[in-house]
Each structure stands twice: as structure tokens, then as C-alpha cells.
């Protein structure tokens, strides 16, 4: 298994205002997922954020909306920009587990709260 | 696109009753794996079914993965509280590289 540490926990924003989530990993991962969890849904893939490229987002995901950085093998950042009350929800960082066998490991997500 | 269906969206249950949520994807997958939340929590990796017809065990917890890989279920035998939480599968295509998930079955348990 991985340990995957991501913060904030939780926080409450204002709308029109932007957040950014981090996510580390205790290895070196190639690829990073985030997912989006609205209130009592499943999860719902954000994008793959890969190391030293662009990240490749799903159907119904823009760049421009939401943001996320790769600087190393270990750490990615996402970002909610121009936030509003439907962006809230829960984001989680994941990553396949050591035997790249497809399991994901999820981090204790980020609970972002949109007034 | 691939879709993943499960039913039922909610199960209560009596302690020590059985239960079994039931996964259903529109194309054939490559893998498929059963994830669980607790409330308020985050997903926790189960276990992950490969083959054909395939069945694993571990303790209350029976699982299944269908003969034409599209179908899988998750059979909880004799419930307790500690069973409670959301109950999600993943479909993995390799072809597509990732996981989609179905939308999950909330389970409570009544002691």
C-alpha cells in the first residue's frame, strides 16, 4: 500500500475564489488520480496527473477549471478555481498500490465546503 | 463510454442478516475490484477479482466475478456494525487505463 498525506482536511471558501489541494505520496509514483466525490455519489475521475507532462483530463474536465501540478514523483497539486457551490464535494488524491496492478490508495481527501 | 451499475443503493440490514450488493458493467472488463468507505472516510481498497468465474474469500466477506467478466457481486454472511459504510465497485479496462466506478451501495446494519 501507499501512504498518501493530502491537505486541507476540509475548508469552507467564498465564491468566485480558488483552492488548491495537495497531495504526497510516501514513494515515487508515475501516475497521481484525482477524483471529485459529490455529496452521497460515487467518485468520479478529474484527471491523471503524470510527472514532466500535462495532465490528461476526463470528459466534462477543463484545465482552466481545474488546474494540477506535477512537479516530482511524489507530490501533485490540484486546483477548484472560480469556485461556486457546485464545486462542493470531496476531492481525493489516489495511486495504484506498489504492484501496479491497478488497486488504487486513496488519500483522507480534502472536503471543500462552497458558499 | 463504459458505465458501472450497482444495486441495490441502499441496504439496512439486522445484525447478522446476509447481504449482497451486485455490480453490473456494458462492456467486458479486464479487472474488476470492491472498494469500501465508512462514513466519512475515504474509499479502502478490498480486494481486486481477475479471471473469469472467480471467487474469493475473505472472512464474512464472498466475492465474485462473473463468467463473462461483466457482472460481480460482494456477499457480506453474517453482518455486524462494523460492516456499515458505502460498498463501491471499479471496472478497469487496461485498454482505457483506468477505473470507473459504480455508484456505490450504502449499507446499515441495525444491531
Known amino acids: 500500500s501507499a501512504v498518501i498525506s493530502q491537505k486541507p482536511s476540509r475548508d469552507i471558501c467564498q465564491r468566485g475564489t480558488s483552492l488548491t489541494i495537495q497531495c504526497q505520496v510516501d514513494?515515487?509514483?508515475?501516475?497521481m488520480f484525482w477524483y471529485r466525490q459529490q455529496p452521497g455519489q460515487s467518485l468520479t475521475l478529474i484527471a491523471t496527473a503524470n510527472q514532466g507532462s500535462e495532465a490528461t483530463y476526463e470528459s466534462g474536465f477543463v484545465i482552466d477549471k481545474f488546474p494540477i501540478s506535477r512537479p516530482n514523483l511524489t507530490f501533485s497539486t490540484l486546483t477548484v478555481s472560480n469556485m461556486s457551490p457546485e464545486d462542493s464535494s470531496i476531492y481525493l488524491c489516489?495511486?495504484?498500490?506498489?504492484?501496479?496492478?491497478?488497486?488504487?490508495?486513496f488519500g483522507e481527501g480534502s472536503r471543500l465546503t462552497v458558499l | 463510454g463504459q458505465q458501472v451499475m450497482q444495486i441495490p443503493q441502499y441496504q439496512h440490514v439486522q445484525e447478522g442478516e446476509d447481504f449482497t450488493t451486485y455490480c453490473n458493467s456494458s462492456t467486458t472488463l479486464s479487472n474488476i475490484q470492491w472498494y469500501k468507505q465508512r462514513p466519512g472516510g475515504h474509499p479502502v481498497f478490498l480486494i481486486q477479482?481477475?479471471?473469469?468465474?472467480e471467487v474469493k474469500k475473505q472472512k464474512r466477506l464472498t466475492f465474485q466475478f462473473g463468467e463473462a467478466k461483466k457482472n460481480s457481486s460482494l456477499h457480506i454472511t453474517a453482518t455486524q456494525t462494523t460492516d456499515v459504510g458505502t460498498y463501491f465497485c471499479a471496472g478497469i479496462n487496461t485498454n482505457a487505463g483506468k477505473s470507473t466506478f459504480g455508484d456505490g451501495t450504502t449499507l446499515t446494519v441495525k444491531p
Open positions: 489516489s495511486v495504484w498500490g506498489r504492484a501496479n496492478t491497478g488497486e488504487l490508495f
Open positions: 477479482l481477475v479471471k473469469s468465474g
Open positions: 514513494s515515487q509514483v508515475t501516475m
